[in-house]
């Protein structure tokens, strides 16, 4: 089955569940913690179609399934996704309630029985019960900044995410996430401390490979390489692959001989002003100007390419900075190379141009500024174990009047963020964010930051840890 039909098979059944938590929030007499559990196994066994073997071969059930998975969306939708201005009414829900939970734990064990020897009770269990964590962390410079304190939230209630994606910013946060399993948000802070506007970026015109040549160069191994093993003489830096949590990373590539301007065009295009924070009409012209040429790569597909490293076997090998650099390489702002004389990556690079028939890298949020759909197909190719998970989608570059300056990108940006909603669970917007020119935050900023991520998550930290939670077993005894 493609994927497009699986995501309209199972994406219903997904937001009953949604619904159904987030009434039970609103009104705690809506079921009790049994009647809840009974209702949510239910929904996650009729959206079972894979199930991870004893050899380790996922093996497909969503056929065997497909009479009790229609079943399921015929009583319970009617209930659980009720017409716009109507709430969910326990009365409507108790006649099902007497039912479903023999009907559910009759369909499990029969499931069971029919592949008995192939498939443990404890894969099944655990496909039923628990739920995996995915961050998606969009791009946006320093509008991403607020995703620390996020993390740090989801941290303290113990939501640790299976895997993370990311675009620009995003990306290199998804990095300082995923490369311990544990989350240390002093460790990140005093990373980010360390960075220096002349430690990352450099107005040098340089040799261009595989970037778009801009008016700034990006140093992004010199800037946090020592905590990704580029720091020692003979170290070899860390792999996509190594990082403790899955990490994709978005780029977009530019097809060969679709690029609208010459290569030399996007070197002289954005000319940052000497003072740029007490020049703001010279750098609202030189923003302006940029915008007309990002404009054209925004709205002609045609031109880009979307790719997904780390994605696959191959694009995990490449290396986990080099990925995030090419990520955040904007046209005409910011130049990410691999000069260095590095015959692995320049062959990973190389061969991934010419199967994709492309001839520049640049900044993943031309194409895919908040990846959700990227995180989705992972999840349902099996890379996380389980297909039983809740996307988390952070957008610190949706578009607001507060910095009516980058509306102009934002709504461009946004094209591409509205066909990868509805692949998330969750999407937060943060209308309050530092400006995306706070590429190298101070201090002050940072902490002013770290408090706006947590405080405009927080309220949705009950639906975050109900949903996450493992559910109780069910058994037949009650």
């Given at each position: ?205 340089t040799e261009n490979r595989y970037g778009l040549p801009a008016a700034l160069r990006l140093f992004l191994r010199a800037g946090i390489g020592r905590w990704f093993g580029t720091d020692r003489e003979g170290a070899e830096a860390v792999k996509l692959k190594e990082l403790p949590i899955k990490t994709i990373i ?55 390419v979307k790719l997904h490293l780390g994605a696959d076997d191959v694009t995990s090998e490449w290396d986990a900075l080099d990925a995030a650099g090419f990520s955040c390489a904007l046209p005409g702002v910011i130049h990410y190379d691999v000069l260095r004389e590095d015959t692995r990556m320049r062959g990973l ?120 939670a493992p559910l109780p077993r069910l058994d037949s005894h009650r």
């Open positions: 089955m493609l994927f497009a039909e699986r995501f309209d098979q199972i994406r219903p059944l997904e937001e009953m569940e949604i619904a159904l938590v987030r009434g039970a929030i609103a009104n705690p007499a809506l079921v009790d913690a049994h009647e809840e559990a009974v209702l949510r196994t239910a929904l996650s066994l009729a959206r079972l179609y894979k199930v991870r073997g004893a050899a380790g071969r996922d093996i497909g059930v969503g056929a065997w399934l497909a009479p009790f998975r229609e079943e399921m969306e015929r009583r319970l939708k009617p209930v659980l996704l009720p017409p716009k201005g109507r709430r969910i009414a326990r009365t409507e829900l108790l006649p099902h309630l007497k039912e479903l939970k023999d009907r559910t734990l009759r369909t499990r064990d029969d499931l069971l029985g029919r592949l008995k020897d192939r498939v443990t009770y404890e894969a099944v269990d655990a496909e039923l019960r628990h739920k995996a964590l995915v961050l998606v962390a969009g791009g946006g410079g320093g509008t991403g900044y607020p995703y620390i304190g996020v993390m740090s939230l989801l941290d303290e209630y113990g939501l640790k995410p299976k895997l993370l994606a990311g675009t620009s910013i995003g990306a290199v946060l998804a990095l300082f996430r995923s490369r311990l399993p544990r989350f240390d948000q002093d460790e990140i802070v005093n990373i980010v401390r360390t960075l220096s506007w002349r430690k990352l970026f450099r107005a040098i015109s978005t780029v977009s590539g530019i097809r060969k001989g679709k690029l609208p301007h010459p290569v030399e065009f996007y070197e002289g295009l954005f000319s940052l002003p000497r003072r740029a924070l007490r020049d703001p009409i010279g750098l609202a012209k030189s923003v302006q100007a940029t915008f007309g040429a990002l404009a054209e790569l925004f709205t002609r597909p045609e031109i880009m690079i190389e061969s991934h141009m010419e199967t994709h028939r492309v001839s520049r890298f640049v900044d993943g949020g031309l194409v895919d500024n908040l990846p959700c759909k990227a995180a989705w197909r992972a999840v349902h190719r099996g890379q996380i174990g389980t297909r039983n998970a809740f996307i988390l989608a952070l957008n610190g570059f949706a578009a607001k009047l507060s910095q009516p300056l980058w509306l102009p990108l934002a709504r461009l940006a946004e094209a591409n963020v509205a066909s990868n909603r509805p692949y998330a669970h969750l999407v937060h917007d943060f209308r309050r964010s530092l400006s995306p020119l706070s590429l190298v935050p101070s201090l002050q900023d940072l902490s002013v930051a770290l408090e706006l991520g947590r405080t405009q998550l927080t309220p949705e930290v009950p639906f975050l840890a109900r949903m996450l």
